[in-house]
């Protein structure tokens, strides 16, 4: 059973740096092809991608976000965090941590996210 | 960045109906598409991939179609359990880029 989830403050002020923790089991980080997302939703917005960290530690951040964001796994505990530095309020939303999986068909390479965690909710106000 | 536009962004239909849901995309991801339900206060679950193939365990009533920059989701018959949101995502280039979603209603 594959299984995510999210841990960390629900609550940090403006410029603060935010620290999130995704714990997962069921599958390993040092499968090839295998990836952890993050991905943040706004109360009542769409879906953002932030980050995605690889099983050979390769990393690729949004564009937009790629100078506050910094992703780091850790094998041995089926962990991966996230930072994001410099926290402003339109930052708050339910980030949520993601399993990437992926195959190659006839047109090239596939993937998506197959399991999800619950999502936690972090709240940016002074 | 590739720009995923929905439509409509909400509907409202009725145990039975027939609902499509569709995605474009500002430019061709061939088949490299992907269909997500939202319930409230839940994380997406996985409907569809590679724009057709379903996930298993979904049921047989969600499909998916497309190619290049136009897709389609389609409920053939509206369950209650169903009301949510649907996000599409594309997965050919990096960032994936999702949807701005559709939200189905009673």
């Known amino acids: 059973q594959i299984t995510l989830k999210e841990s960390g403050p629900t609550l940090v002020k403006p410029t603060q740096t935010l620290t999130l923790t995704c714990t997962f089991s069921?599958?390993?980080?040092?499968?090839?092809?295998?990836?952890v997302g993050w991905i943040r939703q706004p109360p009542g917005k769409a879906l953002e991608w932030l980050a995605l960290?690889?099983?050979?530690?390769?990393?690729r951040y949004s564009p937009s976000l790629e100078s506050r964001l910094t992703l780091t796994k850790d094998t041995s505990k089926n962990q991966v965090v996230l930072s994001m530095t410099n926290m402003d309020p339109v930052d708050t939303a339910t980030y949520f941590c993601?399993?990437?999986?992926?195959?190659?068909?006839?047109?090239?390479?596939?993937?998506?996210?197959?399991?999800w965690g619950q999502g936690a909710l972090v709240t940016v106000s002074s | 960045d590739i720009l995923m536009t929905q439509s409509p962004s909400s509907l409202s239909a009725s145990v039975g109906d027939r609902v499509t849901i569709t995605c474009r995309a500002s430019?061709?991801?061939?088949?490299?598409l992907n269909w997500y339900q939202q319930k409230p206060g839940k994380a997406p679950k996985l409907l569809i991939y590679?724009?057709?193939t379903l996930q298993s365990g979904v049921p047989s009533r969600f499909s998916g179609s497309g190619s290049g920059t136009d897709f389609t989701l389609v409920i053939s018959a509206l369950q209650r359990e169903d009301f949510a949101s649907y996000y599409c995502?594309?997965?050919?280039?990096?960032?994936?880029?999702f949807g701005g979603g559709t939200k189905v209603e009673i």
């Open positions: 960290i690889f099983w050979d530690d390769e990393k």
């Open positions: 590679a724009a057709s």
């Open positions: 430019q061709s991801i061939i088949n490299s």
């Open positions: 993601a399993r990437r999986e992926g195959f190659y068909d006839s047109t090239g390479l596939q993937y998506y996210f197959d399991y």
């Open positions: 995502q594309q997965s050919f280039s990096i960032p994936p880029t």
């Open positions: 069921g599958f390993s980080l040092t499968t090839p092809g295998v990836g």
